[in-house]
């Protein structure tokens, strides 16, 4: 493996699961999220030189996901689907409690699906613990403004989740 | 009843997982560079034979007059026009790298990007329909004066027919089409902009 692809695969590893979850969030569809990582990927690769040198690789990641993510629902002219299709219940064997465990899963999914398009990456990078000024700096948004947003969407998305449980 | 944090406890719970590795993202970068080269190709190969078949026609046929010639010249040009006008575009879709950028201004390079070729594909195409058009009528009236009368009507007939249903049939589909397509468009990327802008 050349030095080029070990750096790749160290990047790809250490960045792709909170990528697919941002890109599944944004179109909640399992292979829209996966030809969306695959897009974000081919970006870094292609300018991997460029990020050598970059001490927060994560954010410029980030920045090209959302991007994509922007571009692909404008140019496919998708929509977030109501109803997932997701890998998410992946052994019906598996125990009960596991499988409430990613019941609930879905349905949060679904919930931030409801949601419009720059609350769903913002709240996905939330949930996956991404510091503030990162996320501030992914969308364009100051940190200030930013955690306005942040407060109502944490709200919104939790009215949401209770009131699909209470269906 | 859940709180935030119960949410963020669920998220985690999560065992959804990309299916793809990194090796899949280096032979998809190989294909599609190799895909994009093929375009390229295919677009030069289609200009090759068009315009091989203006350099026989010019040289081969010796015309009696310069409206010949000009037509030739013109049907040529836009030819030329079309194909470059394609590389062009493939070019620019290859190089433009506004996914670094801003989200917000990378959806305004976006916007840029889609009514340009909302031009492009309406009006210009008007445009170099009315000059083929122009083209292929100097082109056609040496025909007239050395063919018999009924030929030359029935030539005459059936070129203006076929750009009456191109011009005011075909392409007026077409550029409605066009239309509500790109407007649909710009309407969501309008609604995005929006949201990315720096307001609480």
Redesign the interface.
Known sequence: MSNK?QL??EI??AN??KI??LC?GYTGD?DA??DL??ET???V???LEKFRNQSMIST?IY??A???C??Y??SE?RQAKDELT???I?NREEETGERE??E??KT?YQCISKL????RIIITMV??EVPYPEIAEV????E???R??IHRI??K??EL??EH?RL | MKDFDSLIGIWNEQKTAPVIDHREVITHYKDSREKLSLKFMKEILLMIPALIMMIYLWFAISFNFWTSYLGLAIVAGCCIYFIVIQIINIKNVASSNTLFDKPQDHIQFIQKFRKSRQIQHTRNYKIYTLVLGFGLSLYFIEFFYQLNLVLMISMVVATLAWFIVCYFYLMKIYVRKEEKRFNEMLEDLERLNEQFKDEA
């Open positions: 692809e790749f695969k790809f590893d792709s699961k697919y979850h599944f399992d999220a996966n990582l695959q990927f081919l970006k690769w292609q300018n410029w920045r090209i959302v991007n994509t922007l571009t629902l404008k002219k997701p890998n998410i992946e465990k990613q609930q899963v949060l419009e398009e720059n609350e949930m996956d969308s364009g948004i100051s200030g403004n930013l306005v947003k944490k709200h998305l939790t989740y209770n449980e």
